[in-house]
């Protein structure tokens, strides 16, 4: 058997292969669970009880979903396009899969999106060893139109208002997926509102 890696201080979550490649068994990880070095959070995804970094909720996404894209207001508020705080994660998954073992914290809100709804606008995002999947910019201010009766009007235009602004965005991409998930007319009231 090969040399025990120390588990990294700067990774939250760990799935069982993680752990097996820096060499623990399944008996070792059950032992690390015991010494709360490890919390079990599911048959398959750890919790490091020594973690050291910066904390994110968005990290327990992959453990809980792990096809899981943070979307509308939790990704609205990571591009700072709204002060609003959920009190939830907003994820998407597709809508063959049927997620049902959540956690009490952090509590998820979730939203079957249709093949293309969820596969357009991913990007990874990594901090140190920690991941998750996000839509990018464009694809959260889409599907912010397109769910503006569950997000709220007022922060629907807060949202689209705070994105004009921005010197980066990129109008073309979305307009583009505007077109691809029918939604460019409701786009083009709200811009012609608000511009």
Known sequence: MGKVKSIPEN???FHTNDLKELGYSHYRIMKLVQDKKLQKLNKSYYENSNYKGEESDL?????YT???????????SYY??????????DVAVPNDRNVTNLPDWPS??????????????IVNKKNERNEFKIYNI???VIDIISFRNKVGIEETKEIVRNYI????????KLYRYSKQLRC???????MEVLV
């Open 165 to 172: 602004k921005l010197e980066d965005r990129n109008l073309n």
């Open 108 to 121: 998820f809100n979730l939203y079957y999106f249709d093949k293309k709804r969820y596969e357009t606008g």
């Open 11 to 13: 990774k939250k979550i």
């Open 184 to 190: 460019h007319d409701i786009l083009k009231t709200y």
């Open 66 to 76: 792990p096809k899981g894209v943070a979307c509308l207001l939790t990704a609205a």
């Open 80 to 89: 700072e396009l709204t002060e609003f705080r959920p009190d939830a994660i």
């Open 59 to 63: 990290y327990y996404i992959k453990a």
């Open 138 to 140: 464009e694809k959260t």
